[in-house]
Nanobody, 115 residues
């Protein structure tokens, strides 16, 4: 059973940093891309970053230069290091993976950035 569990969210002041974690299980983690998405209230879910099996990465424009996605294949965990956070980064952040043509999402972790 595929499981994605996010953690690390919280309240941070503008300009601060957070590191989100996504613990994965139930699929061949090292062979699949894993992404971070976020969804603010009243807005559609948007892609933040993706890390690919070979550890190449892709970033959405919204946070490019302010976040770093990484992974630990042994721990089966994907991280999102976020720096220089802005109030507009406030959202629920979700971990996503695709396995056997199915989409899997974590429960989300809340990130709130205060002014």
């Amino acid at each position: 059973q595929v499981q994605l569990v996010e953690s690390g969210g919280g309240l941070v002041q503008a300009g601060g940093s957070l590191r989100l974690s996504c613990a994965a299980s139930g699929f061949t983690f090292s062979m699949r891309a894993v992404s971070w998405y976020r969804q603010a209230p009243g807005k559609e879910r948007e892609l933040v970053a993706t890390i690919n099996p070979g550890s190449s990465v892709n970033y959405a424009h919204s946070m490019k230069g302010r976040c770093t996605i990484s992974k630990d294949n042994d721990q089966k965990t994907v991280y999102l290091q976020m720096n220089s956070l802005k109030p507009e980064d406030t959202a629920v952040y979700y971990c996503y993976a695709r396995w056997f043509r199915n989409d899997y999402w974590g429960q989300g972790t809340q990130v709130t950035v205060s002014s």
